[in-house]
């Protein structure tokens, strides 16, 4: 029986991704699980890929953007420099986003930059954490809010 062309695809990327020889280290099966994290991200759709990366990237921002903001305000506010929070945010941002572009997304036709990195897991993780926190916080945030009005 002759195979499709995506399961040739997907044969060649689990060759790709199978490491030669794993040491049995105390750390192996961390980085074991963190690249089985990141292989089973890597079969989902580019586009997927693409909006996952950047919801990560919007909630890091929105996790450290109180944090930068306090810290200028505390120690370098000044009235002609009003809009540096928001720069160092947005750069913060930009910057997680394109560790996750070319960890998980990568370039049309460049599938040897798609391998199953343990630290693309960690994005992945810490970005979960991240998410959740965000979640947490607005929740929190709400239900103080409703709990203060009554």
């Known amino acids: 029986m002759t195979k499709t062309r995506r399961q040739r695809i997907v044969e060649a ?17 961390v980085r074991d699980f963190l690249a089985g994290i990141v292989t089973r991200f890597l079969q989902l759709p580019r586009l997927v890929r693409v ?17 930068v903001d306090r810290i200028y305000f505390d120690y370098f506010f000044d009235a002609n420099t009003r809009a540096v929070p928001a ?7 930009l910057a997680i986003y394109l560790f996750g572009w070319y960890w998980l997304v990568g370039t049309v036709g460049m599938k040897h930059r798609l391998k199953s990195r ?8 810490l970005g979960l954490f991240v998410f959740s926190t965000d979640v947490f916080l607005i929740i929190y945030g709400i239900a103080s809010q409703v709990e203060a009005a009554q």
Do not use: C, H, K, M
Request: no cysteine; net charge negative; glycine share 8%.
């Open 13 to 29: 990327e689990a060759v790709a991704n199978t490491p030669a020889e794993r040491s049995a280290g105390p750390l192996s099966a």
């Open 51 to 67: 909006l996952l990366v950047a919801l990560i990237a919007l909630s890091w921002v929105a996790f450290i953007f109180s944090l």
């Open 87 to 93: 720069y160092v945010t947005a750069g913060i941002g």
């Open 118 to 125: 343990p630290i693309a897991g960690l994005y992945l993780l």
